[in-house]
Nanobody, 126 residues
């Protein structure tokens, strides 16, 4: 049974940093691209970032490029999202997700991902 468990969310002020973690189990972690999505109240879930199996390639939404960094530690089965210079518009529930093994296309699409965590709330106050 695949489990993705996010942690690290919270209530912060504009401009500060947070690091989210996602611990994976029940899958061969190093064989999966990993992604982060977010969903603000009343809005659709949208892509934030993705990272390939050996961290060779990373992808970012334009809205977070230069502020967020995705990374992974395959020895710990964990993917991270370092979020710097947070803004109120970053407020959302953040989800980590994994597509099927070796899937590395359409990574911006929610439909590509087979496995999802329960989400962690990030609230940025102005």
């Amino acid at each position: 049974q695949v489990q993705l468990v996010e942690s690290g969310g919270g209530l912060v002020q504009t401009g500060v940093s947070l690091r989210l973690s996602c611990a994976a189990s029940g899958l061969t972690f190093s064989n999966h691209v990993m992604g982060w999505f977010r969903q603000a109240p009343g809005k659709e879930r949208v892509f934030v970032a993705a990272i390939t199996w050996n961290s060779g390639i990373t992808y970012y939404a334009d809205s977070v490029k230069g502020r967020f960094t995705i990374s992974r530690d395959n020895a710990k089965n964990t993917v991270y999202l370092q979020m710097n210079s947070l803004k109120p518009e970053d407020t959302a529930v953040y989800y980590c997700a994994a597509p099927p093994v070796w899937q590395a296309t359409m990574l911006h699409s929610v439909k590509t991902y087979s496995y999802w965590g329960q989400g962690t709330q990030v609230t940025v106050s102005s």
